[in-house]
């Protein structure tokens, strides 16, 4: 019966993800980050509880994968779909066509997820950045504008050029052939873990300090951090 608990937590990976994908089509951003939240959080848990309870399975990666496909792949595509959809766009009369760039970080998400089951090497740590920092990084941009509304940092989301920016940065991190540090404690022991406490303590200062605006600076943290560790 346990071996079915891990894979219980995953479906509701899955499950928020698929909710989240309803209200990003709906343009409801708020929700659909809720929702996108919660399913990361079921995603960090379903791997824990797998190597707590000596379950793991290939089941259990395979179905990671997948949910993990709909909540950090196809929401955050859709996300900057309907951001694109804002910004004031070339009148030109495909320009209706622009929005549907956005997918491209599904497509690189698809790419990352399927290199990753098929890897040998990425027990202790990730290479390009995982599919939810990246999913977390593309949210953060709405909710930037709904809850930390300034003239000047909204000008700079909705600006075209820099959503695509995003999408081409975004894909390349994605499946980046840098070393990232992998949020797995097997110990709790703070000399193993110490980049890992650093990256959890300073990610809470900044996401104190600049609230989700605060989002964007600990991806890059968690980046620069995995990179002076190696």
């Not at 900057?80 to 009369?93: D, G, K, M, R, V």
């Not at 700079?156 to 050029?161: K, R, S």
Request: proline content about 5%; glycine content about 4%; charged content about 10%.
């Amino acid at each position: 019966m346990k071996a079915h608990i891990p894979n219980f937590i995953t479906l509701l990976n899955l499950f928020s993800g698929s909710v989240a994908v309803i209200y990003a089509l709906e343009g409801n951003m708020k929700l659909t980050a809720l929702f996108l939240c919660l399913g990361i959080f079921f995603d960090f848990f379903d791997g824990l509880l797998a190597r707590k309870l000596k379950v793991q399975s290939e089941l259990g990666v395979q179905l990671d994968s997948l949910a993990d496909m709909v909540t950090s792949g196809l929401v955050p595509g859709l996300v900057l779909f309907h951001l694109i959809s804002l910004a004031p766009l070339p009148s030109w009369e495909t320009h209706n066509l622009l929005p549907y760039f956005g997918l491209l970080v599904t497509l690189a998400s698809a790419y990352r997820l399927a290199k990753f089951n098929i890897s040998d090497n990425q027990s202790d740590a990730f290479i390009g950045l995982p599919t939810p920092a990246n999913a977390l990084l593309i949210i953060a941009l709405p909710l930037i504008l709904d809850f930390q509304n300034s003239d000047v940092i909204n000008a700079i989301i909705l600006n075209p050029w820099f959503l695509f920016g995003v999408i081409i940065l975004s894909c390349y991190l994605l499946n980046a052939p840098i070393k990232l540090i992998a949020l797995k404690f097997k110990t709790w022991n703070f000399k193993d873990n110490a980049s890992r406490y650093i990256l959890i303590l300073l990610s809470l200062v900044l996401l104190i300090v600049f609230q989700f605006a605060g989002i964007p600076l600990v991806i890059i943290s968690y980046i620069v951090l995995s990179l002076v560790s190696k």
